[in-house]
């Protein structure tokens, strides 16, 4: 997410914000020292935080702030120019000031109103504007109060095209806005959902003390549990608060309404649980539900308060998403971009944020056939999500991640287009639509937006990934994402630098990328490791990335993509040479090393490091990304450390925090529940719900991007540039990519269970594949299995999972099942047993499309992983 993504209060074409109220009666001039109400009226810092729509791009010149406006629009609030966040007092006198122009003339209005339905005027400013820079000035009463009230200057209704410049805006008046104090209750944060037995358990007190503090872990009735004395740590950087932390993992026993006391305070209750985190797997796929498009929402599925109609299928007010023409001179034709998620807290849908999103849950999903702790899947399996899929033999979670799929194949540009094969960048709105807003009340048109290099690449990536794993559940569709992957690969290859315009921002957010090196590279990899081609291959060793440093200190998001693409190397099984994978694997847990000493070093124990440039617009879903690194070093080593700061990450997102908030809806004891989003707009109609529990807010964000934060955050602490309010979009928002990495490390914790000691491996695997039969349509291949341990085996279960849509056939010295692409050999009756150092052995034929065929990254005996060989 950047902070090109405005998610603005904007004014809709609608009369209702310019009729019926006027500003109250003149009055005398507000006093000398009245305070100013604006940000940045002389344009000295730019363009933000000042937004337009329906107009050109916004451009600071000779220190005005100016934008081309065309002509013909029916109304004059067609076009506009405005800042949100303003506060008005009721009953305050307000003077209103401008110096504005106009080539070759018209006629504005300026209006101070609700930037949300009904948008009521609070006072309305008319003007005139010529070729020459006039001041005007107006002195008013308002008659109602708002915290963040909307400035629009309304640009549009004119003849002929305009160019409209505004110069030193200013609204003084009101009252100095209260010093805002959050509420972060007990000085002893703690994660308030809770700890893993077996897991790290620490707190954060914040305290003047100085020396070493007693501290207490109490149970619900009060008992004394266990204690000890904190650690020092003093001033940390990003609270700028005193501090120092209690580690009491060496207490194990599951409890629940636990509490800390450090200092005389007392932290918020938690529990200790080997089953604390089976929930947020569901609550946070939910989320997915809750955002499609395209199809009406099942209360019953999810709860009747989120029960909806589908949204932009062409039933009125919308104007549908089922045949969206072209941005004006973009193309001549109209694509059915039905379906997908809605992005964030828009009605948006974007290719490159779809990308990562889509390849999370797929890689969620994808992470059960190599990860020991994973249960082959059964977390994920058809019945664990409440979707309108469930009970079709598919996973859930591939269900979900379909629904988007389908939106992003969608968006390829047909055969005989310019640009064939190409991916449009994104669809949505025209304009700007208001808070709160329900999908299918959205009355502006959709229109698609220019092709771009980098959405290609997402589509070419999630498509190829899509390929191998729908193939044993669905062939025909996974080889209609095969076809997609490699004509959209094809295509960005033939057009490698056609970026979106970091202006095109009105109506929906820009994602601009012009660095698609690190897309190629995804690209590349998920398609060789779909394919097995030599091409594929060829391209990504020959990537700078393939050996570069992919791992960022501060994660990586949707315009970092190499990273998805090495970690799928180091996991997915795959041909590359044993040299080159080990070398692989060893950058992943060395960047897991990295996040380790980095979690150390804060004091509130998050892998990221502690300045206010790691504090930014969604930068919890990369401190996630981080613990996805380490879960994934764990996964690939079965080394504890690596869990243990994955798993000790997620206590910052759950209440170890500066505000002591969980950022999670839903889940704590004092949670976010104000997210900024059109749909869940509960804050601002108490008919509408809340955010659904497993949302995740995109966190601390030291640049305050939106006007709201701005004024209200001005100079806060990085971890304190939060506020739990629907009008701050550059702190509080939801989005897909955001709750993708959620739903990941939350499927990764509920794999834990107590988070106990790492059993030694006592059996070895090898094995053998001999090849392709004549005609490639098949192969032969052969297991056998030791028992390393000091026990005899009594009954065993030999489990693994293809890559692809390799089907076993017939087998000979076991009984084979196949489920999806995962295999369960089970023993004979003669050859039940395996003494210490024995060895069984078993084969199968198996059928196969052609595709990569690569040895399992994984098999397991009665449960337990073994060593491969």
């Known amino acids: 997410m950047t902070p090109s993504r405005r998610r603005l209060l904007l004014a809709a074409a609608t009369t209702l914000a310019l009729t019926g109220v006027g500003a109250g009666a003149a009055s005398a001039d507000p006093p000398p020292d009245a305070p100013e109400q604006i940000d940045n009226g002389d344009f000295s810092a730019g363009v933000s935080p000042w937004f337009s729509y329906g107009t050109g791009a916004l451009a600071v010149t000779d220190g005005q702030l100016c934008t081309t406006v065309p002509g013909g629009l029916a109304n004059p609030w067609d076009a506009g120019i405005g800042q949100d966040g303003v506060p008005l007092v009721a009953g305050a006198e307000y003077t209103l000031g401008f110096t504005v122009s106009a080539t070759p003339g018209a006629a504005l209005k300026a209006v101070l109103q609700l930037g949300s339905a009904p948008y009521t005027t609070y006072a309305a400013v008319d003007a005139t504007a010529t070729g020459t820079a006039q001041r005007v000035e107006q002195t008013f009463t308002v008659p109602d109060g708002n915290p963040a009230a909307q400035l629009i200057f309304q640009v549009g209704g004119a003849a002929e095209t305009q160019t409209v410049c505004l110069d030193d805006v200013s609204l003084r008046g009101g009252e100095p806005p209260e010093p805002y104090e959050p509420d972060t209750g007990p000085r002893v944060r703690v994660n308030q959902v809770g700890y893993l037995p077996g897991g790290p358990k620490n707190a954060t007190v914040v305290t003047t003390a100085t020396e070493p503090l007693p501290w207490q872990l109490r149970s619900a009735a009060g008992a004394v549990l266990a204690s000890g004395t904190t650690t020092v740590r003093g001033v940390d950087a990003a609270s700028g608060q005193n501090v120092q932390t209690v580690d009491f993992s060496s207490y194990r026993t599951p ?102 999103a889509t390849y999370q849950l797929l890689n969620t999903f994808e992470r059960t056939r190599t990860a020991a702790t994973a249960a ?163 391209d990504l060793t020959a990537s700078p990335h393939h050996t570069g440093n992919v791992f960022d200190p501060r994660g990586f998001g949707w315009q970092g993509t190499a990273a998805l693409g090495r970690l799928d190397l180091a996991t997915v099984p795959n041909g590359l040479p044993a040299a080159e994978l080990t070398r692989i694997r060893a950058s992943v847990t060395a960047a897991a090393d990295a996040y380790l000493a980095e979690l150390r070093r804060q004091a509130y124990g998050l892998p990221m490091p502690g300045d206010a440039g790691s504090y930014f617009w969604g930068a919890n879903s990369n401190i996630i990304n981080n613990a996805v690194v380490l879960a994934t070093a764990f996964d690939l080593t079965g080394d504890a450390r690596y869990r243990d700061g994955a798993v000790q990450a997620m206590d910052y997102l759950f209440g170890r925090n500066a505000l002591n908030i969980s950022y999670v809806t839903g889940w704590g004891e004092h949670a976010a529940e104000n997210q900024h989003s059109r749909i869940f707009g509960h804050q601002l109609d108490p008919k509408l719900p809340r955010p659904p529990a497993g949302s995740l807010a995109g966190g601390a964000n030291a640049a305050l991007q939106d006007p709201f934060a701005a004024q209200l955050l001005a100079g806060c602490a990085p971890m304190f540039c ?104 089970r023993n004979e009756s003669y050859n039940a047993k395996i003494a210490p150092g024995g060895t069984v052995t078993f084969g199968f034929n198996a059928t196969t499309g052609g595709g990569a065929n690569p040895n399992p990254g994984l098999v397991t005996v009665n449960g337990a992983p073994c060593t491969l060989s």
Request: net charge negative.
């Open 722 to 825: 939060y506020v739990d309010d629907i009008n701050s979009y550059a702190t509080n928002e939801v989005a897909i990519n955001w709750n993708s990495a959620l739903a990941w490390i939350a499927s990764f914790l509920a794999d834990q269970g107590d988070a106990g000691a790492v059993p030694p491996t006592t059996c070895a695997v090898r094995y053998t594949n001999y090849g392709a039969w004549q005609g490639g349509t098949g192969f032969t291949a052969q297991l056998t299995v030791r028992n390393t341990g000091a026990t005899t085996v009594n009954g065993w279960s030999v489990r693994f999972a293809f890559t692809g849509d390799q089907r076993v056939r017939e087998a000979w010295l076991a009984k084979l099942t196949q489920s999806g692409a995962t295999v369960t050999a």
């Open 376 to 538: 082959g899947g059964a977390g994920l399996a058809d019945g664990t999500l409440r979707v309108p899929e469930r009970g079709n033999g598919v996973p859930d979670i591939l269900d979900e991640a379909r629904w988007e799929l389908e939106f992003l194949l969608r968006m390829q540009v047909p055969a005989g287009r310019p640009l064939a094969g190409m991916a449009h960048h994104k669809i949505h709105d025209r304009n700007w639509t208001g808070l709160p807003l329900a999908p299918h009340d959205d009355p502006q048109p959709r229109e698609l937006h220019p092709p771009s290099t980098a959405a290609t690449l997402n589509l070419a990536a999630t498509a190829a990934q899509c390929a191998r794993l729908y193939a044993p559940y669905d062939a025909a569709f996974a080889a209609r994402c095969a076809t997609a992957a490699t004509t959209a690969y094809a295509a960005a290859k033939a057009h490698p630098a056609v970026y979106a315009s970091p202006s095109d921002s009105t109506g929906g957010g820009a994602y601009d990328d012009t660095t698609v090196t690190d897309e190629f590279y995804w690209a590349a990899v998920q398609l060789y490791l779909s394919t097995g081609a030599q091409g594929y291959r060829t």
């Open 255 to 356: 409890g629940s309404g636990l509490t800390l006391t450090v200092d005389g305070e007392t932290s918020h209750p938690f529990d200790i649980s080997g089953t604390l985190y089976d929930r947020l797997r569901a609550d946070s796929l939910q989320f997915f539900y809750a955002q499609r498009s395209g199809i009406a929402i099942d209360g019953d599925l999810i709860g009747d308060e989120y029960a909806r109609p589908a949204g932009h299928l062409g039933v009125a007010p919308n104007q549908g998403d089922t045949n969206v023409p072209c941005q004006p001179g973009v193309c001549d034709y109209s694509l059915d971009v039905r379906g997908g998620w809605y992005d964030a807290g828009d009605h948006g849908k974007y290719v490159v944020n779809g990308g990562i």
